[in-house]
């Protein structure tokens, strides 16, 4: 895969962009960064010009964007989701990335959508939302005032990639986020059929957790499943031992 093929797998998606200016100045920032394809959650409408006056000569990026009702719908065809967030709290991933780290995670990954998810300008990604990502990458910015414009974020992670990325040879094709998700809740429930679970909401984290692990593991059809078969293979032996217990 080469350097301008790197970048062209590239999909920068906005969650429930507030202002359609912000969304012009990110067709600026992304299309100076040689990556041209937008994909935008939800159902707000924008003024066209606020939008294309922002965007000047790369509004041919607003026009071809994408729009999707929700987040997972958008990440459902990616090989790799990346949750851009300078929050850290409980219910989030336990490590993050740096955007030239991130430019390293997407230069060994094999062929597909990369998906670089950004939130609103005024309080970012829900749980919810980062949850749906399998990695998160964040920029580091002063505690004296650490909060960055949309289009500035973007443009700093794009500016990494653009200068970061490399060519990656691989003849293997990882498996979509949609089938990730697919692999670890049955996983999850072979789990569950065990009585593994013995808290509130464990069950939800492993799946999360498992998905995760899925993703960023770029897994061919094949290998994903012999790992869900590690899993069912399991419930299928208890379930026929407890009726030869009987």
């Known amino acids: 895969m080469e350097w301008q093929q790197q970048l062209d797998r590239i999909t920068i998606v906005l969650v429930d962009t507030q202002d359609g200016a912000n969304i012009g100045s990110v067709c600026r920032a992304m299309k100076t960064m040689g990556i041209h394809h937008l994909a935008i959650v939800g159902e707000r409408e924008y003024e066209e010009t606020r939008v294309r006056t922002l965007a000047l000569h790369a509004r041919d990026v607003w026009e071809n964007a994408k729009r999707y009702p ?3 719908e958008a990440l459902a065809d990616s090989v790799l989701t990346v949750a851009v967030t300078r929050r850290r709290g409980k219910f989030r991933k336990a490590s993050a990335l740096s955007p030239r780290q991130l430019a390293e995670r997407i230069s060994t990954t094999g062929p597909g959508t990369v998906s670089l998810v950004f939130g609103r300008e005024s309080d970012g990604l829900t749980d919810d939302e980062v949850a749906l990502c399998s990695l998160v990458v964040t920029i580091t910015t002063s505690e004296s005032f650490p909060s960055l414009n949309l289009s500035q974020a973007v443009q700093i992670i794009t500016y990494e990639l653009f200068n ?3 060519p990656f040879v691989t003849e293997t094709i990882a498996v979509s986020q949609e089938r990730c998700e697919e692999a670890a809740r049955r996983c999850a429930d072979a789990l569950k059929s065990l009585q593994y679970f013995k808290l509130d909401q464990e069950g939800m984290w492993t799946y999360r957790f498992l998905k995760d692990l899925l993703v960023r593991a770029s897994l061919t059809e094949g290998e994903v499943q012999r790992f869900e078969k590690i899993f069912t293979k399991m419930g299928r032996i208890r379930a ?7």
């Open 240 to 246: 026929h031992k407890e009726v030869s217990d009987v």
């Open 70 to 72: 929700n987040l997972q």
């Open 164 to 166: 970061s990325i490399t």
